[in-house]
């Protein structure tokens, strides 16, 4: 499991399967995207708007394993080392 937090777009996403495969998106509210993989198995959780949901303080001080993202210039995603 991964969990990714990019602080620019106050977005959270949840990786439970890290096998690739492709993957349906599932909105199932207005600031949650489910994302289905093989045999309609949840393998992701997107979470926008985050710290309307989530206690992002928690994040910050190392109390869950999470990978800081910011957004390079060329659209691609850089992760950062988990902060403790």
Do not use: W
Not at 27 to 43: A, C, K, M, P, Y
């Amino acid at each position: 499991m991964n969990i990714l937090y990019n602080d620019k777009t106050d977005l959270l996403y949840i990786r439970l399967d890290d096998r690739r495969q492709d993957v349906i998106n599932r909105r199932v509210s207005e600031d949650i995207v489910l994302d289905i993989g093989e045999n309609e198995r949840v393998i992701g959780i997107e979470i926008i708007d985050a710290s309307k949901h989530v206690n992002i303080s928690h994040l910050r001080c190392g109390r869950v394993g999470v990978r800081f993202i910011e957004p390079a210039m060329t659209g691609v995603i850089n992760v950062a080392p988990t902060r403790t």
